[in-house]
């Protein structure tokens, strides 16, 4: 199941909000968070109801792991307590690797040893990795004392399985509403936000990332030998606003709905293709992940806090396992090379260059960075980026342009207009010009985006269009 369905939005969703509203928020909201932990375990189940198993089997080992971890922890037994931590970390990592690493590493061992090994495909649990790493972070949070540990099994299992930001993140830290789980209150003003939070997001993924990755599609099904060059960028293009608004609006639909239950959690995406250096793209670009692999990863290895080789050392590290974290494929930890290679270069002598130099420069050359980066994403086999990259070049296309290409380039330019305005903060401030301080000016604007936005996400939907979820395979 997911958001941009008719039967999320029309019959799981309505279902859960209803319940959760009647039933009171006493007992500090165990009874709330008792509807969203079985309703997530349903939400769960409906496409994978072996997995709810490992779910679970992950909720109980981190509770015991965090509870003993805090119990130690506070009478000083650090030492003891880091073996709790060790223990959570151990288990977790291992399900992460029987589950999607596997298969990988055993391909990568027959080939170097000549051996064939065979093990039997498991279907990859739909977000385990975002699930892993926030279990993983509560019982380091405990351990560093930077969150007491949860008592309230229930309270710690809506917390694991939060349906909003189960399958696709945001990766939600424990620290961050272990105090929302206990002594949130349902508001207007968090119900107003959370449903336009929630449309928006839902535009931007039906409307914007389904049409862009229509388009997509259709170029990539052709034999690479017959596109044109012009075509081969501009499949590449849609791919990049596809990826971006398939993510980043389920970004808005995860916070909309955490709000709408009383959560407010962290931003995931801030304009990232406004950037102007890689660094700072990576700021702006899966927040939450950057966040956590450096609250967790990078930090605890010394940071920047070491001489240059060993921060070096550190960038490397982090880059060569966010790569692998996006996939058991080696087109992955190459895309997570060729970003530490940038940020390396920006590290060192780059971004001094940049900031001396026009924005716009800096800005052209941050989108050329990441527009090719996107080419290493969109294939897990090496063939595909061959015969694009040959076609982007005009070394084995069927021309620069025909008329076929321009059709599609002006037939879609309304499109591309909108997806480029869409990237940037344009949307927002034209709307902020448009009402100033006006309250009720805003109101109306809101309510007519929202009702509009919905209206035509739905009639997508109706019409059974082209409707992925790019983030399930990760």
């Known amino acids: 199941m997911v958001f941009s369905s008719l039967l999320f939005l029309f019959r799981f969703l309505p279902c859960v909000l209803v319940i959760y509203f009647i039933v009171p928020g006493c007992f500090k909201n165990t009874w709330k968070n008792l509807v969203l932990f079985l309703s997530s375990l349903v939400f769960y189940a ?14 109980v080992v981190d509770y015991i792991n965090g509870g003993f971890a ?3 922890i506070k009478r000083n037994r650090k030492n003891t307590a880091r073996l709790f931590v060790i223990l959570s970390a151990v288990i977790n990592l291992l399900l992460l690797g029987v589950f999607k690493y596997a298969g990988f590493v055993t391909g990568i061992w027959n080939n170097i040893s000549g051996m064939d090994i065979k093990i039997k495909e ?3 649990p739909i977000g385990i990795s975002f699930y892993t790493f926030q279990t993983m972070s509560y019982t380091i949070d405990v351990y560093r004392k930077e969150a007491e540990p949860e008592r309230n099994i229930i309270n710690f299992g809506a917390y694991v399985s939060m349906f909003p930001q189960l399958i696709a993140g945001p990766v939600v830290r424990f620290k961050d509403i272990s105090v929302m789980l206990r002594e949130r209150k349902i508001q207007a003003d968090k119900l107003s936000y959370g449903t336009i939070r929630f449309v928006a997001g839902l535009g931007k993924k039906v409307i914007l990332a ?9 170029i990539i099904s052709n034999d690479p030998h017959s596109l044109t060059t012009l075509s081969a960028w501009f499949g590449l293009l849609m791919f990049s606003f596809q990826i971006y608004f398939d993510f980043s609006g389920y970004s808005d639909m995860a916070i909309g709905l955490m709000a709408i239950f009383g959560f407010i959690i962290p931003e995931n995406f801030n304009y990232p293709y406004m950037s102007k250096s890689i660094t700072e793209f990576w700021r702006r670009w899966h927040i939450s992940l950057g966040t956590w692999f450096k609250e967790y990863v990078y930090i605890p290895l010394g940071g920047s806090r070491k001489k240059m080789p060993r921060t070096f050392c550190n960038i490397f590290i982090v880059w060569f396992l966010t790569g692998l974290w996006h996939g058991a494929s080696f087109n992955f930890i190459a895309w997570g090379m060729y970003f530490c290679f940038f940020l390396l270069l920006e590290k060192t002598w780059l971004l001094k260059i940049l900031g ?11 989108i050329l960075v990441v527009y090719a980066g996107w080419l290493l994403f969109a294939w897990e086999d090496i063939t595909g980026h061959r015969a694009f990259i040959k076609t982007m070049a005009g070394m084995a ?8 290409t321009m059709y599609m380039l002006v037939s879609n330019i309304i499109l591309l207009v909108i997806l480029i305005a869409g990237s940037t903060n344009i949307p927002a401030r034209a709307a902020k010009w448009i009402c100033g301080r006006n309250e009720i000016c805003k109101s109306i604007l809101q309510a ?3 009702a509009v936005v919905f209206i035509i996400s739905v009639s ?6 082209y409707n992925p979820f790019l983030y399930f395979r990760f």
């Open 356 to 366: 001396r130099i026009p924005a716009v420069f800096g800005h052209i050359y941050a």
């Open 122 to 124: 498991l279907a990859l």
């Open 448 to 450: 007519a985006f929202v």
């Open 46 to 59: 409906w496409g994978e109801p072996v997995y709810i198993v490992l779910m679970l089997f992950s909720t």
């Open 397 to 404: 296309s069927a021309g620069f342009s025909n008329r076929s």
């Open 210 to 218: 389904n049409q862009a990755g229509e388009i997509f599609k259709m």
């Open 460 to 465: 997508y939907l109706v019409n059974g269009t």
């Open 70 to 72: 805090g119990y130690f």
